[in-house]
C-alpha cells in the first residue's frame, strides 16, 4: 500500500479498521449557560431526555440542546490474535489486545465554531511475558523469562505510551487472590523497579490496583465509581482535548491505561465509568450540571459502550462480552449470570479447537509470517509466536546453559545448538520430540534438557569426548503425516554412541541437595522387536556399556519469520550444518586426545530413520488420530 501512497495513487488505498464505531445523538433539557461574573460560569441543572426520537416525544418549558456522542475503539496490529494465544508483551513492548478507545462529543452537525470534545483511554494486556493455558477454565498464569528480560520489555512498553500519550495512569483490575495474585504482584514489582531506574523520564508510573471481584462482590458493579473515585485527581490532571475553530484549545495530558486479565469484560465495565466521567465533565463545560448514573434516560449511553465491549470481544475471544447486562441497563440479577455462564464455555471450546488455525491466519494476513506459516501449523496444529524472537530465546538458553552445566574452569566452550531430542533416552524415537541444548566443550558434550518457560535446565547429561565411539549423521525422519515432515532433504539428525563410563555423568535439576541419578534407571524398557532396526545396531553387542543420544536439527530459519524480514542469509542446507556439528565433536576429539589427524574418522554419514523405514513404522493408528485432530483444529 505504500507505493500506491507516494505514487498519490490513495484512491486505491481502502483503509481498514478493526474496532468499532458508534454514534448516538441526544438531546438535553436544560437552559443555555450564563455568565454571572467576568470569570464565573454558572451551570444550568440539566435532564437527559434520551436520543433526538425519544426527546422528541417530550414537552418540557427548558431548552433542548442536541449533541451526537462517537466512540470510536481502534484495535493495535502490533501483537493481534486471540485470547490464550496472544499475552502479556512481546520484544518490542507491544502488549496484546491493546485498543484506543476515543469518546467524541460534539453537535449533530459538526459546526467547526462549537468546541468538540475527545477523550481518550487504552487498553491492553500487562507488559510482562506470561500465557494461560487455553484448557483449562481459570488457567493460572505462567511467567516466563527473566527479570532483566521482562524489565527491558516493560520499559520499552511504557516509554513508547508515555511518548504517545503523555502521562501515563495505569490501572489493574485483576483478582488479589490466588489464580491471578502472583501476576499482580509481579506487575506492582517490575512498577517498583522501573521507577527506581528512572522511570519515564524522570517521573514515576503510577499503578492502581483495583480488585474488581472483592470490590464488586455480589454483582454490584456500580461500585467501579469506587475507582473513579481514587483516580480524581488523576482524571482532572489528564482531563481532555478541546477543539473549536480548527484550534486546540484544550490538550488532553495523560492516559489511563486500563488491563484486567482479558481486558474484556472488566476493562469494558471499567472504560465505561471513565467515559462517564469524562462525559459529564464536558457537559460541565458546556455550562450543564448533569448526573449521568443517576439519569434513568441514558441508556443509549450504556448500550453504545455494551456494544463497543461486545465488538472488541468478538475480535479477541469470539464471544460477545461477560457483564454486559450491567453495561447496557445498569442492573446484574441472574439471566445475565446464566448468560455469561453460556459465553464463558463457548470460549472455552473456540480456545481449544478454533483459535489455533484462526491465529496463524491473523498473522498471515497482518504479513507478520509468510507462507510457511501454514505448513507449522500442518505439522504441530498451531503456530509460534511471530512477536517473540526465537533465535534470541535459543541463544538466551545457550547461555543459561553455559553458565550452569560447565562446572569446570579449565573447560573451554566451543559451541553450543538447540536441537530436537526424543523424550526418552537411548531412543530414535520417542514422541512427542523436546528441544534441547547441545553444548560442546574441549572435553565433554552437553545434552540439555531445558524449560522454555522458566529459563532452567531441567537435567544434562556430560559425555566425555573420550567415551565417544562413533558420530552418525543423515535423514532422520520421525513422522510422515506431511509432506515436511517426509522431506529427506530438510529432515535430518545426529547420533552420539558412546561407552557408559565413570567420566560421564546425569545430573537433574530436584530442588534438593541430591541430583546424581544411575543411568542404568534411565534405560528404556522398550522390546527391540518395537524399536527401530537402527537401535540394536548402534548399541552394538555390548547393550549394558552402549549407550547413544540422539539430536534431529531444527529449521534453518524460523519457519514463519516474516517476508518483511527478507530472505534468510546463507544457502547451507540442512545435510551440511549437521555435518559441521559432526565435525567440530570430532575436531575437539582429537585435539583433546592427541590423535593422529590422519585417523579413520568417527564421523560418518547413514541414515538414522530413512524414509522407507518411517513409512513401514508408521500405523494406521497414528494417520487415524493426525486425521481426527486435524479435522477438529483445522
Known amino acids: 500500500m505504500d507505493k500506491f501512497i507516494d505514487y498519490g495513487a490513495h484512491g486505491l488505498v481502502l483503509p481498514l479498521i478493526q474496532g468499532f464505531v458508534g454514534q448516538r445523538e441526544f438531546t438535553i433539557a436544560g437552559a443555555e449557560k450564563e455568565q454571572s461574573s467576568k ?35 481502534r484495535r493495535s496490529v502490533k501483537r493481534p490474535g486471540l485470547r490464550y494465544l496472544r499475552r502479556g508483551v512481546d520484544d518490542e513492548g507491544n502488549t496484546a489486545n491493546t485498543v484506543e478507545t476515543e469518546q467524541i462529543l460534539s453537535v449533530p452537525e459538526w459546526t467547526p465554531s462549537h468546541p468538540a470534545y475527545s477523550y481518550l483511554q487504552v487498553r491492553g494486556s500487562i507488559p510482562l511475558y506470561f500465557s494461560q493455558s487455553p484448557y483449562a477454565l481459570k488457567p493460572v498464569p505462567a511467567l516466563h523469562h527473566s527479570a532483566e528480560t521482562n524489565l527491558l520489555a516493560f520499559g520499552r512498553h511504557f516509554r513508547e505510551f508515555s511518548r504517545r500519550y503523555g502521562n501515563v495512569q495505569a490501572v489493574s483490575l485483576i483478582d488479589k487472590l490466588a489464580g491471578e495474585l502472583k501476576l499482580g504482584e509481579q506487575y506492582e514489582r517490575y512498577t517498583e523497579s522501573f521507577n527506581a531506574a ?34 480524581k485527581d488523576t482524571l482532572n490532571e489528564f482531563c481532555y482535548t478541546i477543539v473549536a475553530d480548527n484550534d486546540i484549545l484544550q490538550t488532553q ?116 509470517v509468510s507462507t510457511h506459516v501454514f505448513d507449522e501449523f500442518a505439522i504441530q496444529l498451531q503456530t509460534t509466536d511471530p512477536g517473540i524472537s526465537v533465535q534470541k530465546l535459543r541463544q ?28 526418552q533416552p537411548n531412543t530414535l524415537r520417542t514422541l512427542p520430540f523436546e528441544e534441547s541444548v547441545l553444548l560442546l566443550t574441549d572435553a565433554a558434550v552437553y545434552s540439555c534438557r531445558f524449560d522454555w518457560e522458566t529459563d532452567k535446565v531441567l537435567s544434562f547429561e556430560r559425555i566425555d569426548l573420550r567415551s565417544i565411539s562413533r558420530i552418525h549423521y ?32 546425569l545430573r537433574v535439576n530436584t530442588r534438593s541437595l541430591q541430583s546424581d541419578v544411575d543411568l542404568n534407571t534411565l534405560e528404556t524398557t522398550t522390546n527391540a522387536d518395537s524399536e527401530w532396526d537402527l537401535v540394536s545396531w548402534l548399541r552394538g553387542s555390548k547393550r549394558a ?55 579413520v574418522s568417527v564421523v560418518e554419514q547413514s541414515d538414522i530413520i530413512s524414509l522407507a523405514d ?3 513404522r508408521t500405523g494406521w493408528l497414528e494417520y487415524l488420530v493426525y486425521d481426527l485432530k486435524k479435522m477438529v483444529w483445522a
Open 253 to 368: 495530558k495523560g492516559i489511563i491505561r486500563t488491563n484486567c486479565m482479558d481486558c474484556l469484560d472488566r476493562t469494558g465495565v471499567a472504560q465505561c465509568a471513565f467515559g462517564q466521567w469524562a462525559l459529564e465533565r464536558q457537559l460541565e463545560h458546556e455550562g450543564i450540571d448533569i448526573d449521568i448514573g443517576g439519569d434513568s434516560s441514558t441508556q443509549w449511553f450504556n448500550t453504545l459502550w455494551a456494544d463497543n465491549g461486545d465488538a472488541i470481544s468478538k475480535q479477541y475471544s469470539s464471544t460477545a462480552a461477560l457483564k454486559g447486562d450491567y453495561t447496557r441497563t445498569r442492573k446484574r440479577d441472574y439471566r445475565g449470570a446464566l448468560n455469561d455462564l453460556g459465553l464463558t464455555l463457548s470460549r472455552y471450546y473456540n480456545n481449544i479447537v478454533n483459535d489455533f488455525f484462526s491465529q496463524a491466519c491473523i498473522d498471515y494476513l497482518l504479513g507478520n
Open 545 to 599: 556399556t552402549t549407550r547413544f543420544v540422539a539430536f534431529k536439527g531444527l529449521p534453518l530459519s524460523n519457519p514463519a519469520a516474516s517476508p518483511r524480514l527478507g530472505p534468510s542469509a546463507g544457502t547451507i542446507r540442512e545435510m551440511d550444518r549437521i555435518r559441521s556439528v559432526c565435525l567440530d565433536i570430532e575436531r575437539a576429539m582429537l585435539a583433546g586426545q592427541g590423535r593422529d589427524v590422519e585417523a
Open 614 to 616: 518411517a513409512k513401514k
Open 39 to 73: 470569570d464565573s460560569v454558572e451551570l444550568a441543572e440539566g435532564r437527559i431526555l434520551g436520543e433526538k426520537h425519544e426527546a422528541e416525544a417530550v414537552e418540557t418549558n427548558a431548552s433542548k440542546r442536541e449533541y451526537l456522542l462517537t466512540l470510536i475503539s
Open 396 to 423: 538466551n538458553a545457550i547461555d543459561t546453559s553455559c553458565k550452569i552445566v560447565i562446572s569446570s574452569p579449565s573447560e573451554e566452550f566451543l559451541g553450543g545448538w538447540t536441537m530436537l531430542t526424543p523424550r
Open 474 to 505: 543423515g535423514t532422520y525422519i520421525t513422522s510422515i503425516l506431511t509432506d515436511s515432515q517426509a522431506d529427506e532433504a530438510t529432515n535430518v539428525g545426529l547420533v552420539i554412541v558412546y561407552r557408559d563410563g565413570d567420566a560421564n555423568a
Open 198 to 231: 528512572g522511570g519515564i523520564d524522570g517521573k514515576p508510573l503510577q499503578l492502581e490496583w483495583f480488585d474488581f471481584h472483592r470490590e464488586c462482590r455480589g454483582m454490584k458493579f456500580e461500585n467501579v465509581s469506587r475507582l473513579v473515585e481514587r483516580l
